[in-house]
């Protein structure tokens, strides 16, 4: 009898274990077939926009400083991003700029080309400040320009993509300078 149990188990284990394997007949479905797909599918997580639309320029009046676009601007977006950096996209005459200011040393001007080799200049001095605006143009401006500047704490950073030379965009941006720097007069 223990003879004939043990055959039987033997029997039994060998027959579970056969249902365990796959038959070696059958085909496996080719590597670059696509799985099938799950399911339940996960959730998908909604990252928080940096760019936050504000109003005005006053809005950035808590970042610690203002910006405004040129004061004859065809149009002007206000947005502030990362909760740190205020930005303004304008048109003038057709052409589009982006104005951005933070308390940074870092460059915020999120413009990554390749610049000419040789960088223009800008002194503006008067009573107890000089500013220093360096302008940087791409493809000798044929494809825009960077202006960027410090003033005490506060940088910023001045960029169309538009065709330009020097002396248009500082034409742009000196009325926008004089009018945000907290100084009254300049020479430069």
């Known amino acids: 009898m223990k003879k004939i149990l043990s055959i039987i188990i033997v029997l039994m284990l ?54 405004t676009p040129h004061q004859q601007a065809d149009s002007a977006n206000y947005s502030i991003i990362g909760g740190k950096v205020a930005q303004i ?3 003038l005459d057709g052409e589009t700029f982006t104005y951005r200011g933070a308390v940074t040393r870092e460059d915020i001007s999120g413009v990554y080309e390749s610049f000419d080799p040789l960088p223009q200049s800008l002194d503006l001095e008067g009573p107890g400040f000089k500013v220093s605006v360096v302008v940087k143009t791409i493809d000798g401006g044929a494809r825009g320009a960077l202006a960027e500047w410090s003033y005490e704490d506060v940088r910023y950073s001045f960029y169309t993509p538009d065709k330009t030379v020097f002396d248009d965009l500082t034409d742009v941006l000196l009325p926008i300078v004089y009018h945000d720097l907290p100084f009254a007069a300049c020479s430069g």
């Open 14 to 67: 060998i027959s579970v274990l056969a249902s365990c394997n796959p038959a070696t007949t059958e085909q496996m479905p080719p590597a670059s077939a696509s799985p099938a797909p799950m399911a339940t599918p996960e959730p998908e997580i909604e990252l928080p926009n940096p760019i936050v639309a504000v109003e005005g320029a006053a809005d950035f009046y808590d970042l610690g400083f203002i910006i």
């Open 89 to 91: 996209i304008f048109t």
